[in-house]
């Protein structure tokens, strides 16, 4: 990244940060004996957290048996201690960079909706080639392009001269935004994943979203990179690169069925009709995450 555009991001003083409980239990999952109790007490101590990951457990998204789940404690035994830290990274990640009320509210939700259909989508479609990402493939779409939201927030105009930029060349946001800014929104939002602590292969799949090939987790990126192409395909786009894409030829799909995944056997047509719900199912998430009524259309 452009040595210059590090030192602006590095000097932010208000940059997002997780709230510190949401921090404490990324420390804490580095550890190999980690307990449940701990876990459990750690998300506890912040009770709106606490409130909005129990809430997220009972939703249509998560929710497996008729029982509901009322503590951390019974969420971790039901759901397993990965995807529970996986809503807490989510519902984390979402209170903060959902938009306020200003005048760039309609950039910021597109970009947010885009993030969320991306993560959605990433879920649907680990399920259809038994991936079995557990969750890694939910956060890693969420915060996939969260440089981009770090662009819009403290690179307003050079941003959106990039959006224009890349229509104009038809060229990939990435590319215009070097172009732009001196550095791309893989290369900010890798930058602030460490800087939260994140398990390392958020960054890594931040990093290498637009180049799966490149990727430690290939098989999660490449399934993150579909993802995105598709949120795209549904207008839920979020940066200028209209680019038509055909699936089958992409860099991404290859490398999934090189690494021996069932693409072949997936019908598209069908993909594609599941999809259409897409736009309703991100405001259900957001509803459901915030615990308001939601606004916007995600097609827009
Ligand atoms: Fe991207
Ligand atoms: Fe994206």
């Not at 971790?76 to 996986?86: A, D, K």
């Not at 890694?136 to 050079?158: M, N, T, W």
């Not at 935004?177 to 930058?191: L, N, P, Q, R, Y």
Request: aromatic letters at 6%; charged letters at 25%.
């Amino acid at each position: 990244m452009n040595s210059r555009v590090l030192d602006i991001i590095k000097g932010i003083d208000d940059i997002p940060t997780l709230p510190s409980v949401a921090m404490e239990v990324m420390d804490l999952t580095r550890s190999a004996e980690v307990s449940i109790r701990e876990i459990s007490e750690c998300i506890h101590k912040d009770p709106a957290l606490a409130m909005r990951v129990l809430r997220m457990a009972n939703s249509s998204f998560y929710r497996r048996g008729s029982k509901e789940i009322d503590t951390i404690h019974r969420a971790i035994l039901m759901m397993g201690l990965n995807e529970v830290v996986n809503i807490a990274t989510s519902v984390s990640v979402l209170s903060i960079l959902n938009p306020k009320n200003d005048e760039r509210e309609s950039l910021r939700r597109k970009l947010c909706n885009h993030c969320i259909a991306t993560a959605l989508i990433a879920r649907y479609m680990d399920k259809k080639i038994h991936l079995r990402a557990q969750g890694r493939e939910f956060v890693g779409g969420l915060l996939h392009d969260i440089g981009k939201i770090i662009f819009d927030e403290y690179f307003h105009d050079r941003f959106l001269e990039a959006h224009e930029l890349s229509i104009r060349k038809d060229c990939p946001m990435f590319e215009a935004e070097k172009e732009v800014i001196g550095a791309t929104h893989m290369d900010v939002g890798s930058f602030l994943a460490q800087k939260w602590k994140l398990p390392p292969y958020l960054a890594d799949i931040i990093l290498n979203h637009h180049n799966p090939a490149d990727a430690q987790l290939k098989d999660i990126t490449a399934l993150i990179s579909i993802a995105n192409l598709l949120a795209k395909a549904r207008e839920i786009s979020c940066g200028g690169d209209t680019i038509s894409f055909v699936l089958k030829d992409q860099g991404a799909w290859l490398i999934l069925k090189k690494l021996g995944h069932p693409m072949d056997t997936l019908d598209l047509e069908r993909i594609t009709f599941e999809m259409e719900d897409i736009g309703q199912e991100v405001q259900k998430y957001i509803s459901t995450v915030l615990d308001q009524p939601s606004e916007g259309n995600a097609d827009g």
